[in-house]
């Protein structure tokens, strides 16, 4: 009986400790998007080499296949060689041959050409320890399409991959459909992105994550509006809090002190070496 309640109370002292910094707890956004052409496999593939878990965004395409993509049109990440909305495009003659890996920056790289990834082959980097965050882009006619991929692969499971959405109809379908996958419903840190629109608050928060039937929260961090009485307020309830994209040490040490689980960063590398060579 003593032993049941040490481990009880230990359980219950680990789960208010605030998290770190570390292989884990740094989620690489769109990959390792600082050093790889965001949203592609090379993107991913560095991410996983360098021990984190990472997030990519999904689209369906009009001959309904699932690939990767940030943006409701192909323009910016083709450097306007493509101008196609995602949901227009059709993959074996349009996203099979554009090239994601030649823009901005990454013009005259080794990334190009780079196509798209498809959904199915991001499955494959699924590494038990770390997580995927996927994040479905559109309404839930995606869903029964994402729920076959799954269940023609093995290594992508509950304890490795996860899903994220703005889209509240997602959330829940997703929880229908794939009930074993924990689901994050996606939020800014207001309610809208009108620049006088108001802050979010716990209670719109709980409100969205009992509707969505989601498993938590993935929230824009924003110093000023996400408070530690915020998350503790949501975490006290049950479910979880996590926050996105944040690129400098000080934010992310800051969003973890207020409780955050994991925060979705695009250069997770850089701010783990410079947290250990702050502790040396």
Same mark, same amino acid.
């Given at each position: 009986?003593?032993?049941?309640?040490?481990?009880?109370?230990?359980?219950?002292?680990?789960?208010?400790?605030?998290?770190?910094?570390?292989?884990?707890?740094?989620?690489?956004?769109?990959?390792?998007?600082?050093?790889?052409?965001?949203?592609?496999?090379?993107?991913?593939?560095?991410?996983?080499?360098?021990?984190?878990?990472?997030?990519?965004?999904?689209?369906?395409?009009?001959?309904?296949?699932?690939?990767?993509?940030?943006?409701?049109?192909?323009?910016?990440?083709?450097?306007?060689?493509?101008?196609?909305?995602?949901?227009?495009?059709?993959?074996?003659?349009?996203?099979?041959?554009?090239?994601?890996?030649?823009?901005?920056?990454?013009?005259?790289?080794?990334?190009?050409?780079?196509?798209?990834?498809?959904?199915?082959?991001?499955?494959?980097?699924?590494?038990?320890?770390?997580?995927?965050?996927?994040?479905?882009?559109?309404?839930?006619?995606?869903?029964?399409?994402?729920?076959?991929?799954?269940?023609?692969?093995?290594?992508?499971?509950?304890?490795?991959?996860?899903?994220?959405?703005?889209?509240?109809?997602?959330?829940?379908?997703?929880?229908?459909?794939?009930?074993?996958?924990?689901?994050?419903?996606?939020?800014? $840190?207001? &309610?809208?992105? =009108?620049?006088?629109?108001?802050?979010?608050? !716990? /209670?719109?928060? #709980? +409100? %969205?994550?009992?509707?969505?039937?989601?498993?938590?929260?993935?929230?824009?961090?924003?110093?000023?509006?996400?408070?530690?009485?915020?998350?503790?307020?949501?975490?006290?309830?049950?479910?979880?809090?996590?926050?996105?994209?944040?690129?400098?040490?000080?934010?992310?040490?800051? $969003?973890? &002190?207020?409780? =955050?689980?994991?925060?979705?960063?695009?250069? !997770? /590398?850089?701010? #783990? +070496? %410079?947290?250990?060579?702050?502790?040396?």
């Amino acid at each position: 009986m003593k032993k049941t309640l040490f481990v009880l109370a230990c359980a219950v002292a680990g789960s208010l400790v605030a998290a770190v910094p570390a292989y884990d707890t740094f989620i690489s956004h769109r990959g390792e998007s600082h050093d790889a052409p965001e949203n592609t496999l090379p993107a991913y593939k560095t991410a996983v080499a360098r021990g984190f878990g990472f997030e990519c965004d999904i689209y369906l395409s009009a001959d309904k296949r699932v690939f990767t993509f940030h943006d409701g049109n192909l323009t910016r990440t083709t450097a306007g060689a493509c101008t196609n909305k995602c949901a227009d495009a059709n993959w074996e003659t349009q996203l099979s041959k554009v090239d994601v890996g030649g823009w901005g920056k990454w013009k005259g790289s080794k990334f190009s050409p780079t196509r798209p990834a498809l959904l199915e082959e991001v499955l494959e980097l699924a590494v038990d320890g770390r997580q995927i965050y996927i994040e479905v882009k559109t309404d839930p006619v995606i869903v029964p399409y994402i729920k076959e991929i799954f269940a023609k692969q093995t290594k992508a499971t509950s304890k490795n991959t996860l899903f994220i959405s703005f889209n509240r109809a997602s959330c829940k379908a997703l929880k229908e459909q794939m009930p074993d996958y924990k689901v994050y419903w996606l939020t800014g $840190a207001k &309610k809208s992105w =009108a620049k006088d629109a108001p802050a979010v608050s !716990a /209670k719109y928060i #709980l +409100d %969205a994550l009992k509707e969505t039937k989601a498993d938590g929260v993935d929230c824009q961090f924003d110093r000023t509006l996400v408070t530690a009485e915020m998350i503790k307020t949501v975490r006290d309830a049950g479910y979880e809090f996590h926050v996105w994209t944040v690129d400098k040490l000080a934010d992310s040490l800051e $969003a973890f &002190k207020r409780g =955050a689980q994991t925060v979705t960063t695009n250069c !997770a /590398k850089a701010q #783990l +070496d %410079a947290y250990n060579a702050q502790r040396k």
